[in-house]
Structures are given as C-alpha cells and as structure tokens.
C-alpha cells in the first residue's frame, strides 16, 4: 500500500531562502577574488551546482559503497561548504573587510545546517535505512545473477545439441553416399552378368564348324564322354538353388548366381527351382 505523501514541513521554506542567499552571496564573492570576469563566475555556479546535486543526494539516500562499506553524501555535502566558505573568508580577506571574511561564511553554513535539519524533516520516519537497501539491492543483485547464468548455461546446451545433431546428420548423409554407391555396384554387377548370359550361346555358335568336322571319331566322341562325365560331377540345379537361397537375400541374385556356375541351365527351370527352394526355407507356417 503507497504511503501518503508527507505534508511539507514550514522549515523548508526558510531552507530555500537561505540557499537563495547563499548562492547570490557566494556568487558574488568567488566572482569577485577570482578576478576574472566570467571565468570566476564559472567557478562560483559549479560550487552552487555540487551544493545543490549533494542535497539532492542526501534526500534521496543516495550511497557509495566501497570495500563492501557505504558511504552517504553528507561528508560531501560539508566538504562543499567548507570549500566555499573558506574561498568567501579569504574574500573579506582580499577586501581587507572583517565583517566580509565573517559574515559570508556564516551565511553559508547556516544555510548547510538548516538544510541538514529540513532534509531530515522531509525523510519518511517508516523508510528503509541505506543498509536495509543495500541488503534489498543485494539479494535483487544475486537472483538475476542466477537467472541470467541459468539462461547462459540453457544456450550453451542448446548450441551444444545444435552441434551434436549436425554432426550425426553429417554422418547419415556418409552412410547414405556409400549405400547408394554400394547399390550402383551391386546394379552393374547384376547387369554385366545378364550381358555374359545373353553372349553365352552366341560364342558358341561361332565356334568353327570345320574344327569339329576335321577332328578324328576317336577324338569327337572323347569330348562327349569327358562332357557327360563334368555333367554328371556337377552340382545339380536343384541343389545349387538351395545354397544360393541361403545366402542371397532376392530371387534374382540367386538365379543369377546358379546361371554363373551353370551357364548351360535353363533361366525359367532356374528360377522355379529357387523359388521352391526359397518357399522351402521359410516353411510351411511363414
């Protein structure tokens, strides 16, 4: 709940007239020993300036903290007074006045001290001390410390996943590269082994007929023997498509390899026979 704002107490009033008096008086007098015209005046309105600026420090509870200790206005605040009030005594001095090296310091500090107790007046009996503030700003400090070191470590997991996942995307589109390469090869491999099954019977019927004709009875008939025998010692078709099935993962690789190592096998009576060894080896209830 807002508090009220405090009524304004009658010695503000008699504050102001007497910061009035001290800055024309102070002006006047720094303006006059500095014997420079507007150059003094410059030094006399910044004096002015600091005194008013360490007021409203004052009021507002402003603080330096140093080595974890704070310090508030007000010593800078009399250090200003001082400072001038030492420039209007040496002042009267220059003007070989008495009443001048007194009177103008005086109006200065008295003006510093009513300040001091308005100042006082004006604070808010029920407001926090500056160490109470400090202790606040202190804990105020530390929660966006953590929130912002929890939002700096939360972005440094997110870059981190960001790398991550564009490193094992990396790596899938190497796996695919490979596969479709290893695809093509196996493709071209498939098609240059049907080129060979299809120049098979073409070769052999370019064989010279005069060299089968010229040869002796004893020598042509040798051959066919010799070849009724490899016949006989070969695998049969049923068999080699058993053990291709086994180890070809499709149909047509296994045809292709029984028509390799049988190339005078008949392509349709390779194929049924793999697809019964095929039907075969998944069983009756696959």
Not at 59 to 71: E, H, L, M, S
Not at 112 to 133: G, I, S, Y
């Amino acid at each position: 709940m807002k508090r009220p704002a405090l009524d304004r107490p009658p010695i503000l009033y008699g504050a102001y007239a007497l910061a009035g008096l001290s800055l024309i008086w102070s002006g006047y007098a720094i303006t006059d020993l500095m014997h420079s015209g507007r150059f003094g005046l410059s030094v006399a309105i910044a004096g002015d300036i600091g005194w008013i600026t360490v007021l409203w420090a004052e009021y507002r509870g402003v603080t330096i903290r140093i080595k974890d200790k704070a310090y508030g206005a007000a010593p800078a605040g009399w250090a200003i007074a001082l400072g001038v009030a030492a420039l209007l005594v040496l002042h009267g001095h220059d003007e070989r006045s008495t009443a001048q090296a007194i009177a103008g310091p005086f109006v200065v500090l008295v003006g510093k001290v009513v300040w001091t107790f308005a100042l006082a007046a004006l604070r808010d009996p029920a407001a926090l001390t500056a160490d109470q503030e400090a202790e606040i700003a202190a804990v105020m400090r530390d929660s966006e410390y953590e929130a912002r070191l929890h939002a700096a470590k939360l972005d440094h997991v997110d870059r981190a996943a960001d790398a991550e996942i564009a490193r094992i995307r990396a790596e899938a589109r190497i796996t695919l590269a490979r596969d479709d390469a290893d695809a093509e090869i196996r493709l071209e491999r498939i098609d240059k082994a049907r080129a060979i099954e299809r120049r098979s019977p073409l070769a052999i019927a370019e064989q010279p007929r005069e060299q089968i004709a010229s040869a002796p009875v004893a020598q042509r008939r040798e051959p066919a023997m010799t070849s009724t025998i490899a016949d006989r010692e070969q695998p049969s078709i049923a068999d080699l498509a058993r053990e291709q099935v086994a180890i070809s993962d499709d149909n047509p690789t296994a045809v292709l390899a029984v028509l390799a190592i049988r190339p005078d096998a008949h392509e349709p009576s390779v194929a049924a026979a793999v697809r019964r060894a095929r039907n075969a080896q998944k069983g009756p209830y696959n």
